[in-house]
């Protein structure tokens, strides 16, 4: 598979905790990244159900 350099700006806490999840898992910051786009992507149509219904129940929240 060909590799693409792409760069990406992150927080700090989420840098310290793609730094904690590749060391649990043993695997590089990218492999990291790679596995939780594939699983996000995978399941993109439930995930993105799930996010609606917390955004509207904030929406809900906000406005009560």
């Known amino acids: 598979m060909a590799k693409v350099t792409t ?7 989420t840098k310290e905790q793609l730094d904690a999840l590749s060391t649990l898992f043993k695997e590089s910051q990218t492999e990291i990244l790679e596995r939780a786009v594939k699983l996000l992507f995978d399941d993109r149509e439930q995930i993105a159900k799930a996010d609606m219904d917390i955004r509207l129940e904030n929406t ?3 406005k009560a």
């Not at 760069?7 to 806490?13: E, G, K, Q, V």
């Open 60 to 62: 809900k929240r906000g």
């Open 7 to 13: 760069s990406f700006r992150l927080s700090d806490a």
